[in-house]
């Protein structure tokens, strides 16, 4: 019998083993593809660009991610984003527009009729209801800032985040919204208070997010079992049996379950341990298109991290809708050839859940229309690379966390769960939860 079995070899589960392994614990990790890191995978193109098929960036926030980056040894090779990163924009109202940065782009942006500004502006004055409520996202930030502040700022950010709709995930989506309107009293007024809190700026590694998972999976060696996908667990005298496909079961004592959300809903009712929340947990498609031009193939400079699109404001003519680009080459040194630049196109999301289905012609076709329209392509694109997901972001309801900690409370002795279900998609969200359940198995 092992000591700790970690299934799923994402990040979560990544993070886990690494600890675990790290305090000379007997851990093994199975997970049921042909390499590890889950949605984080690297490819260096036959062209010479770095494409990254899944996550490309990884922001301050809890810091688990860059502390599990020292950890492993790979301070060297974080990559900070390039100054110009700090531009962002956004398609409404039929143009691209800037971002605002600051309280006083905010007077000036177009984004706001000067009704909305002042919406927005007045948020300190709303008082916040006596008791927290199960509400979604859009609810509850159009309660404190008006619904024009909502479709031109939140829905591009929930749709740059979560390929999601703002009216249908949760406040648990973003739990830092609700705490700032009930311990602080407001979201101005929150965020005043809890400055300097969050980590800031955006990195990588210097060879993409790869390299992350490939240095756990080595320091892990034959620790690591591939192609090894668990169908059912049993539980036996002194721990868990994990039943695999086509393959001998393992009997560990604790078991550490980091797989996607339906997967870990299904592994745990063979425990008789029903978990709804994460059996019908939605989740959101993504595909992303990447597409590496010439310098001088595009007639707009990309001088920002992307561009977001407001489900309010469709692409002119017939253009397939987008959710936005992220301008890679420009965010990050080292990611195209000399003399050329890298796009990532994303598509899909809850509204354009059909996405999966196309055809790689059909996609790219997509990708480059977009492209078009919004920069102005000059000649045909000298790489393209498209890649689905098809159950990319969970889309967590109104209640979600709730329904985490009650299931969390009745899970059998010996067995701990981690994952974009838990408490955050962000990989540093998901490296947090992966070391979380490292600590309390
Ligand atoms: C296109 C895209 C872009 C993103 N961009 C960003 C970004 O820029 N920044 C950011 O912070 N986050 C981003 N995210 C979110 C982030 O990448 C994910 O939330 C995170 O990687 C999820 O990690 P995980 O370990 O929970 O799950 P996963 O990565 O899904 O890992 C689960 C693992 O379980 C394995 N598995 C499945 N079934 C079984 C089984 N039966 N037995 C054993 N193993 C099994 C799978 O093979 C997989 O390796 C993005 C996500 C996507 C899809």
Redo the contacts with the bound molecule.
Sequence with gaps: MIEIAV?????????AAWRLHRRRRDVHL????A??????DTVRTDEGFLV????????G?RLA?KSLIREVGLEDALLLAEPAAKNRYIWAGGEIQRLPSGPKDLLTTKLLSPGGKLRLLSEPLRRAPRERRDETLGALLERRIGPEAVASFVDPFVTG?Y?GDPYRLGVDAMPLVGELEHDHGGLFRGLGKKRGAFGSGIYSLTDG?GMLPGAIGRALGERVHLG????ALERIDGGTRVV??DADPIDARRVIL???AP?TG??LATLGVPAQCLTHLPHAP???VELGLRDADLARPLDGFGLLTASSSPLPGDALPIMGV?FASTVFSGRAPAGHRSLSV?LGGVRDTGVVERDDAALVAQAERAIDLLFGLRAAPVMRRV?R?P????QYPPGHLRAIASLGARLPAGVRL?????A???????VA??LAAADAI
């Design positions: 299934i799923g070899g994402g990040m979560a589960g990544l993070a199975f997970d049921a593809g390499r590890v890191g889950g949605f984080v990254e098929r899944g996550p490309g960036s990884i922001r926030g991610m985040v390929a997010l090894a996908s668990a169908v695999l496909r980091a797989a996607p997967v299904a592994l993504i595909v992303k992220i994303m890649t997901w159950a990319a972001i969970p981690a994952g974009n279900h838990q955050g998609v962000s990989l540093d969200d998901v939860s992966g």
